[in-house]
């Protein structure tokens, strides 16, 4: 796996607290909230089931999981996050799904997501059609945003999670909880489970090394900037990052991007420490806000804001994840990759690690 996804998952981990292993631990209800979950035929329902059983059983489950997925689309056809989900579950199921007719499906109902591209570029990029894979990128750099439905997914799991009884280990964890708070943080954790987007086909095609990283830099570049500031999930922001500090010009410009990425792991971090254990002091204003937010970004800040968190490390933070990613992104061709920045004259210094770090403690076609 990329070393970029690797480091990303160490952190989506991590932040997953310790109520991510009630999803492994209370088989007696999951059993109930399945049964329960078969016999209602809503979309709602039926997009909760798909998550379900994909969580308790990943890859075992993907074929029922996706028979639920398509009952959900039955019951409402034209809903984006419902195709979105059926992608990614299609993912795992080699010649299950018609991919492509799915990508133009979502691309007619969401033209602004980028997401609906995904599939076409790992088409191309599989096939080594070079310039078919540069023009897609193209296509998905003029999008607006690049979201999962993550949110529009969230809402569906939380709303039918009021028909079932209230999750049995998470209420163990933490007598305090009301009803309410159970069922966001059980939403919040089954969302968290779903199968993540494969960015592979995107990571090697706008890689420095590619033989069309010339004409892809700026499309590249401008990907990056969209999933860093406008996708939704926390994959989707670390991917941006590391597109963003491939596509730098100089040293100078490498700084800047290293300085986001270091600030986007500080919030992370800050989020781990205001939301994620039992006794965070946050954790019921950040369920609640975890139901509205969109951008994980955004996100973020405005936990930051709110525990009254700087927004920015100190100085000095950060050198062992900085000292991972300038080795990883020197390894793909960015020559001039180094933190801190060199002075003016000074030789670039080699990295000595490719360890990846600990996570955060806390923290139409063309």
Not at 101 to 116: D, V
Not at 323 to 334: I, T, Y
Request: glycine share 4%; net charge positive; aromatic share 6%.
């Amino acid at each position: 796996m990329n070393r970029h996804l690797i480091a990303a998952a160490l952190l989506l981990t991590a932040m997953a607290g310790p109520y991510a292993a009630a999803t492994q631990t209370s088989p007696d209800w999951q059993t109930q909230a399945v049964h329960a979950l078969e016999h209602m035929h809503d979309a709602n329902a039926e997009a909760t089931l798909a998550v379900v059983r994909y969580a308790s059983n990943g890859l075992h489950s993907s074929p029922r999981a996706l028979q639920a997925v398509n009952a959900a689309i039955d019951n409402e056809p034209a809903a984006a996050d419902l195709i979105a989900l059926k992608m990614r579950l299609c993912d795992n199921l080699a010649g299950s799904c018609d991919r492509q007719a799915l990508a133009l499906q979502l691309r007619h109902l969401a033209p602004h997501n980028a997401l609906g591209w995904m599939s076409v570029l790992q088409q191309a990029v599989a096939a080594r059609q070079t310039g078919k894979a540069t023009r897609v990128l193209g296509a998905m750099a003029g999008a607006e945003t690049f979201t999962t439905y993550r949110l529009a997914l969230l809402k569906r799991l939380y709303e039918t999670l009021a028909y079932l009884p209230a999750p049995v280990d998470l209420a163990a964890l933490d007598h305090s909880l009301a009803p309410v708070d159970l069922r966001r943080m059980q939403a919040l954790i089954w969302v968290g489970f779903t199968p993540i987007t494969d960015y592979r086909p995107l990571l090697h095609a706008c890689q420095p090394d590619n033989a069309a990283f010339a004409q892809r830099r700026s499309s590249c570049r401008q990907l990056g900037r969209l999933l860093e500031l406008h996708s939704d999930r926390v994959m989707d922001v670390a991917v941006g990052l590391a597109l963003e500090r491939w596509t730098t010009d100089n040293a100078h410009a490498y700084h800047h991007a290293m300085q986001r990425t270091l600030q986007w792991r500080w919030l992370s971090h800050a989020y781990g420490d205001a939301c994620t254990e039992p006794k965070a002091p946050m954790r019921k204003t950040c369920l609640d806000m975890g139901m509205h937010r969109h951008a994980a970004h955004d996100f973020f800040v405005a936990v930051a804001h709110k525990a009254g968190q700087n927004t920015t490390p100190p100085a000095g933070w950060g050198q062992r994840f900085a000292d991972f990613e300038v080795h990883a992104d020197r390894s793909r061709g960015v020559t001039f990759a180094a933190w801190p920045q060199p002075s003016p004259g000074e030789a670039v210094p080699a990295t000595a690690t490719n360890t990846p770090p600990q996570a955060p403690h806390k923290a139409s076609g063309i």
